[in-house]
């Protein structure tokens, strides 16, 4: 089962900040919060990965709480083209993920 | 350019018989995973291989079976007893001693009818 918690859908402007949240409050030792998004029907992308500390990359930030029970995904800029399916997974590397039913963002003109 | 290939792209079979789904990588990975997705769905487990010459069932291997007789390689069959094989077929590869998690395929889309 997956172990994380996330929103089904949300609503962004173009050119706006969209922050996706999850949950995770059973996440336990070293495992990672990986970040997939998947545009329709094509094979799930890899956007950004954390362990304890906030990371960034070219595409998005990753904002891990304290307790590590909770993360949010922020793409600073959202165009249309990020329209999709958003993943949140925990895990450990070269093991089974789990994937939820991630939570599908709309981004408006 | 280093990638996973999934093919074909879409896969159209008569009920009852088998088909297998090609997954070839060039990544040099040493985990490679198969997953089902179903419309709206997110994916579901169906096999995974950590190392060639092995592999363990995932949450729906029923109607599924695999092999791994090479790295690059990881072939998933669908045989006659998959109850509703109709689904969008998504393979991956991981490495080990590295924390980036997965990276997919393109996916095949099968359809049974």
């Known amino acids: 089962d997956a172990k994380t918690t996330q929103p089904p859908s949300m609503d962004c402007a173009e050119g706006r900040a969209a922050n996706l949240p999850c949950n995770h409050s059973?996440?336990?030792?070293?495992?990672?919060v990986y970040w997939y998004r998947q545009i329709h029907s094509q094979g799930p992308q890899y956007i950004i990965h954390?362990?304890?500390n906030n990371e960034t990359n070219e595409m998005a930030s990753l904002i891990i709480t304290e307790d590590r029970k909770s993360s949010t995904l922020i793409l600073p800029h959202a165009t249309l083209r990020d329209t999709a399916v958003y993943y949140c997974?925990?895990?450990?590397?070269?093991?089974?993920?789990?994937f939820g039913s991630g939570t599908k963002l709309n981004v408006k003109p | 350019d280093g990638g996973i290939t999934q093919s074909p792209k879409y896969l159209f079979r008569k009920e009852g018989q088998n088909v297998t789904l090609s997954c070839e990588q060039n990544?040099?990975?040493?985990?490679m995973y198969w997953y089902r997705q179903d419309p709206g769905q997110g994916l579901r487990l169906i096999y995974y291989?950590?190392?060639?010459?092995?592999?363990q069932k995932g949450d729906i291997a029923e109607g599924y079976s695999v092999s791994r007789e090479k790295k690059e390689s990881f072939p998933l069959t669908v045989t006659s007893a998959q109850k509703n094989p109709t689904a969008f077929y998504l393979c991956?590869?991981?490495?080990?001693?590295?924390?980036?998690?997965?990276?997919f395929g393109s996916g095949t889309r099968l359809t049974v009818v």
């Open positions: 991956a590869s991981s490495i080990r001693h590295e924390n980036y998690g997965y990276t």
């Open positions: 059973t996440i336990s030792g070293n495992e990672y």
């Open positions: 954390g362990l304890k």
């Open positions: 997974i925990v895990g450990y590397n070269f093991n089974k993920f789990y």
């Open positions: 990544l040099n990975h040493d985990a």
């Open positions: 291989s950590q190392i060639v010459n092995d592999f």
